[in-house]
């Protein structure tokens, strides 16, 4: 396993931007796919993107899709979520995960390290 580390996370007027980063702590992660999940207060931990070990190939949720970019730069060891457009349903906490494969995937369970989650409030 590899212990995850998120930043970026805060308050937020609709419409306005963040960009979550998200760092291994004491190792490389080139070899490792990355996602980044959500939850909201109450709901189940869903899907938002993922993306391969090259950064070649990115999945995301429908909801999140033309509005949130995930990359990731594997010089500085980060990949990152660009969110832009946000909206209130939008606020959940963020986590970001990493799967030993170098494929990306939107199952939850296809992921074996877990951040500790970054939290996002969109404000209307």
């Known amino acids: 396993q590899v212990q995850l580390v998120e930043s970026g996370g805060g308050l937020v007027q609709a419409g306005g931007s963040l960009r979550l980063s998200c760092a291994p702590s004491?190792?490389?992660?080139?070899?490792?796919?990355m996602g980044w999940f959500r939850q909201a207060a109450g709901k189940e931990r869903e899907f938002v993107a993922a993306?391969?070990?090259?950064?070649?190939?990115?999945l995301y949720a429908d909801s999140v899709k033309g509005r949130f970019t995930i990359s990731r730069d594997n010089t500085k060891n980060t990949v990152y979520l660009q969110m832009n457009s946000l909206k209130p349903e939008d606020t959940a906490v963020y986590y970001c995960?990493?799967?030993?494969?170098?494929?990306?995937?939107?199952?939850?369970?296809?992921?074996?390290?877990w951040g500790q989650g970054t939290q996002v409030t969109v404000s209307s």
């Open positions: 995960a990493a799967r030993w494969d170098y494929r990306p995937s939107t199952a939850r369970a296809d992921f074996g390290s």
């Open positions: 004491g190792r490389t992660f080139n070899s490792y796919a």
């Open positions: 993306i391969s070990w090259s950064g070649g190939s990115t």
